[in-house]
């Protein structure tokens, strides 16, 4: 099953929301739409948590306490900020003790020695930034080996598998390098399945392209950049919404953000 569909599905459907003010005709494309699929929360859209929290004020079937336990396991990393979503969870019946130990079930499946590894990752990937070229590649291709037998062993190093982790910052630098042309492909392997949000390869992809002063094709920059019409078809095609409406999105996640 290819979530690139999925993905372009609910840029539709949240388009249907945010931006043509339907509110209760995307809950009802949200609830086919993830019978269809597994639901995925991207950090931004936020589409599985936005069906919830719309089903319920218009007083639609989510799925009551089951659907917030499976929204708890997606969001568990907040810890004790999901008490913002308390007053939800009273009135479905999910009691604040459940919640703690949906915490403690998801942080207990991570395997503690990679969760040690990534941040021996990070802080190599960190190390001689940013002016010791030499060890800042020497240290890129080490994390690079590293990933890829990650990927091969254990698939996509997740939230649920690993916790809090700058995914894109490190894979956006591991791809500045030619040579690593297996591991965006992978990465965009990762966005078909599910994995993956479509926004990380994206920057992976630009990154690259801004290290080799090429045209950017998934986001507009003031220097030798493709149209706008041409950027939107390429972020169509692996699941990212057009630019104006990234734009609303990304207002709305910081105004939230704040709000928070």
Known sequence: MNYIHYYQEVNRIDSIYRLANQPQLA?????????????KNQERIQE????ILLSDQ????????????KLVTMKYYLGDRLKQYEGLFQKYGLQDEEVKQLIKETKQKQNQKLVDSFRVVLERDQEGRPHDRITVNKNKEIN???????F??????????????PMPTLLSHLSESVDNSI?????????KSGDCEPFVYALMIDGLNLNLKRSTIYRYTEWGALDSTTIDK??????????????VI???????LNRD
């Open 27 to 39: 809950v009802k494309e949200y609830r086919k739409l993830f019978k269809k699929y597994e639901p």
């Open 48 to 51: 599985f948590e936005t069906y």
């Open 58 to 69: 218009y007083n639609e079937d989510f799925g009551g306490k089951e659907t917030l336990k």
């Open 144 to 150: 690079a080996k590293f990933l890829l037998w990650y």
């Open 152 to 165: 091969d062993n254990y698939g996509f190093p997740t939230r649920e598998k690993i916790g809090e982790f």
């Open 183 to 191: 591991l965006r492909e992978k990465v965009l392997d990762y966005v």
């Open 234 to 247: 390429n972020r169509k095609n692996i699941g990212l919404p057009s630019l104006k409406h990234q734009a």
């Open 250 to 256: 990304d207002k709305d996640f910081f105004k939230r």
